[in-house]
């Protein structure tokens, strides 16, 4: 854990299955297109950062975020992916951009 | 081909060749020619700055100096301690920024760092798709390809293809595993210690392991090169 200190509980924990919100977003953003939309696994809540999507813009960023590692199996990120299916792709994604599976 | 030249009544031969050229032509400044619309912006922002009395240009030019000083070596120091100290290793991979306090090596507020250990089942690769996230300071200024589209684009995508025009071949049953760096944190791969390095000294050690090894686009190797430079240094010491 690192970053600011952390203002709200983490939503999610390691193990968590979370898919991706696939919404749009305008501007400065952290979620990258290809993820929008995919379901992964948390492996691990890496602390609470100021909200880039904030800070771009000249704003505190504050209250920080939460920001957790997800993990993804390469297949379900792209459908025609070649090599063995448990090949993994991890990325940082904050809070906001997660939704329960369940 | 002799009879060839011979007959023929033009001259093939081209080991005269430079003599068509000035051997001492001006060297082109890297800043001739007008400037982009990046460098106009810079240096209103610069000379504002320090018109303002924010910054001098004695701490612009140190801050660009300090930037500049950091290589693939300090990582590759880093790497070397974990592979011949065990319990530096397991702090490393727990908390980076710890670790590399203990080798006075501070990484800052911007942003903080995650390693990543290579092992047998699982190799790492690491990109940045977004923009071009890269641990400057323990791996100097990122390579030109890291910030190309190109990588950016298909590592994503297909990671043992781009592995492969690397030169590294993930056999099937090591899983591969990306890291995007999408936020505030970096990465820095643990490569694993090769074969035929038992006694080296911890600068042996890391005069094999290179920018590549760390980003995950090369495996240190023991090639008959490094290993008698080895061999030279050990006998030295």
């Keep these: 854990m690192s970053g600011e200190p952390v203002h709200s509980a983490p939503r999610f924990k390691p193990g968590d299955a979370v898919r991706i919100d696939d919404r749009a977003a305008h501007g400065h953003c952290r979620t990258p297109w290809y993820l929008r939309g995919k379901t992964g696994v ?3 809540v890496q602390g609470a950062f100021r909200d880039p999507e904030r800070l771009a813009y000249h704003r505190s960023g504050l209250p920080p975020q939460v920001l957790y590692k997800v993990r993804f199996a390469q297949p379900d990120i792209w ?8 090949d993994q792709l991890e990325a940082d994604i904050y809070e906001p951009w997660l939704q329960s599976t369940t | 081909m002799a009879s ?36 106009v912006l810079e240096q209103a922002l610069r000379e504002l700055l320090i018109e303002k009395g924010v910054l001098t240009a004695g701490e612009i030019n140190a801050q660009v100096d300090f930037m500049d000083t950091r290589s693939p070596a300090l990582g590759a120091n880093v790497v070397a301690r974990a592979w011949t100290d065990a319990r530096f290793k397991q702090r490393l991979l727990a908390d980076t920024r710890v670790a590399l306090a203990e080798m006075d090596i501070d990484i800052g507020s911007l942003a903080d760092f995650r390693t990543v250990e290579n092992t047998p089942e699982t190799h790492n690769v690491v990109v940045c798709t977004l923009c071009s996230c890269y641990p400057k300071l323990l791996l100097g200024i990122p390579p030109a390809w890291y910030k190309s589209t190109a990588y950016r684009g298909r590592v994503v995508v ?12 993930v056999p099937d049953g090591v899983d591969v595993r990306v890291h995007d760096s999408t936020a505030d944190l970096r990465y820095i791969v643990l490569p694993m210690r090769p074969p035929g390095t038992d006694g080296w000294s911890e600068k042996k050690l890391a005069s094999i392991v290179t920018r590549d090894t760390m980003i995950g686009t090369a495996i240190p190797k023991v090639t008959e090169k490094t290993a008698a430079r080895a061999a030279r240094g050990k006998s030295a010491s």
């Design chain 1, 42 to 44: 948390v492996t691990e």
């Design chain 2, 158 to 169: 297909d990671p043992r293809g781009v592995l492969d025009e690397f030169g590294v071949k």
């Design chain 1, 79 to 86: 459908k025609t992916y070649s090599g063995p299916s448990t």
């Design chain 2, 4 to 39: 060839h030249d011979h007959d023929h009544p033009h001259d093939h031969d081209h080991d005269d060749h430079d003599h068509h050229h000035d051997p001492h032509a001006p060297q082109k400044d890297h800043d001739s020619g007008p400037a982009d619309p990046h460098e």
